[in-house]
């Protein structure tokens, strides 16, 4: 397959941060992403996608 751009590579710490603040919170606000993002020093894009991936991975059914 293609390469499409790098990887960015999460350390478990980092997940760790991540997987404790969507506990919380399944669905984080603008703002506490951005706090994460301070957090973990990812981008505001890598939180936004893990944080949707998260949702999948948790298997959480969130109400519309």
Known sequence: GK????RTT?????LEVLKTAFNQ???PTRHIREQLAKETG???RVIQVKCESCEIM???NLPP
């Open 42 to 44: 990812l981008s505001m």
């Open 10 to 14: 999460i350390k478990a710490k980092q």
């Open 3 to 6: 390469r499409r751009g790098p």
């Open 25 to 27: 919170t399944p669905k």
């Open 58 to 60: 948790c298997g959480i």
